[in-house]
């Protein structure tokens, strides 16, 4: 609470006046803090800084194009593996995966990086013919700055080594969070993705979301679009012959959101985390970050979050049918691109819809 004690002298008022324009141009520009508002954030489970891509929300400046996308038969979830390692777990090395389907495990090519700390139970299941998952993963280092990207991962026995690539340099918890092992897009694995407990609480997601679309159907590639925008690094190897989207703005590194006037009544949004979601992609969107290579529609999160979405909502995450699937879908097709979101006016630029996270406290 605010309390003011008028005085009379003018020059008094004249310094009052300049406190109260300078309270109004915060608020303005920052937003209005509420009692919810943490006073700082754990770095692993809400990275990067506060003007990174990942935390940076819609701006009133955003120029908002159609992206045209349909719903689609499934409503999936990419899931990403995130670890804080710590010094005096055995050391393991990492090798090249044997294959994308089945036999992950197999590879005997020695990836150039330095042996990782893994405790001996950390287990990533290998993929099998008719799944063949991303399974981009984080590590942070027991320095607590440095995060090692790895995709796919792929562990198959305890204690046995880790298998994946490592094409991005390591980023840094404390920066951008552009790279990491989304190699679809070059993004990141941890920035953006939906963690345990965020579907599940009462507060809402306060970082922009990944997604996942087809690429033959959605995105766009040519020799002066080559399939990626800021802040993707690369498109798909393929994607000259895998992408046949038809718009120049619907590539890797896309950022979609749902525009203002949009609400919650006007997509009919049935279920808890649906509309929780629908507030995420208002006020901060999500990035294109990999091709689903059929017709699903995917959100980027952490491993363990489809277990505790069943056991708190009593239905499944992925799916077909169902109102959590409507929603889904409704959500999808309510996105939009923000045509002018860059390095210079994340967002889009402009007024922040909300307020800019606080500074990490770790």
């Known amino acids: 609470m605010l309390i003011i004690q008028f005085l009379p002298s003018r020059k008094r008022l004249s310094s009052l006046f300049i406190f109260l324009a300078s309270i109004v141009l915060a608020l303005f520009f920052h937003g209005v803090a509420t009692p919810t508002d943490p006073p700082t954030r754990d770095k692993f489970l809400w990275p990067f800084s506060s003007t990174s891509p990942w935390n940076m929300p819609i701006g009133s400046n955003a120029n908002f194009i159609p992206a045209n996308i ?3 038969v499934f409503a999936g979830a990419d899931q990403e593996y995130l670890f804080k390692l710590k010094d005096g777990d055995p050391l393991r090395q990492l090798y090249e995966p044997g294959a994308w389907a089945e036999g992950r495990c197999t590879g005997t090519k020695l990836v150039g990086i330095s042996p990782l700390p893994i405790p001996d139970d950390l287990i990533v299941p290998d993929a099998t013919q008719n799944y063949t998952p991303n399974s981009a993963s984080a590590f ?4 607590g700055k440095t995060l090692v990207q790895i995709g796919p991962l792929a562990r198959c026995q305890p204690g046995g080594p880790l298998y994946g690539f490592h094409y991005y340099h390591d980023e840094d918890i404390y920066g951008q969070g552009l790279g990491g092992s989304h190699f679809g897009s070059g993004l990141s694995a941890i920035g953006g993705s939906i963690r345990k407990g965020e579907l599940t609480s009462d507060q809402p ?3 922009a979301l990944k997604v996942v679309i ?4 959605y995105l766009y590639y040519s020799k002066d ?5 800021w802040p993707a690094a690369l498109a798909d190897n393929n994607a000259p012959n895998q992408y046949h989207g038809k718009n120049p703005a619907l590539v890797q590194g ?3 959101a749902i525009p203002p006037n949009v609400t919650e009544d006007n997509l009919n949004l049935q279920t808890a985390p649906g509309k929780k979601l629908f507030h995420a992609l208002q006020d901060y969107g999500a990035y294109v970050v990999d091709d689903a290579g059929w017709d699903g529609h995917y959100f980027g999160v952490e491993h363990g979050v489809l277990e505790e979405f069943r056991n708190t909502f009593g239905y499944d995450f992925e799916g077909t049918s169902g109102n959590f699937y409507d929603d889904f879908m409704r959500l999808f097709e309510a996105l939009y691109i923000v045509d002018n979101n860059g390095p210079d006016s994340v967002g889009g630029g402009g007024t922040p819809r909300v307020d ?3 500074p990490i406290g770790n």
Not at 140 to 143: Q, S
């Open 70 to 72: 349909d719903k689609a």
């Open 140 to 143: 942070l280092l027991p320095d």
């Open 205 to 207: 997601i306060r970082h």
């Open 214 to 217: 087809w690429g033959e159907k």
């Open 225 to 229: 679009i080559p399939g990626h925008r």
């Open 254 to 256: 896309s950022l979609l």
């Open 356 to 358: 800019l996270a606080p």
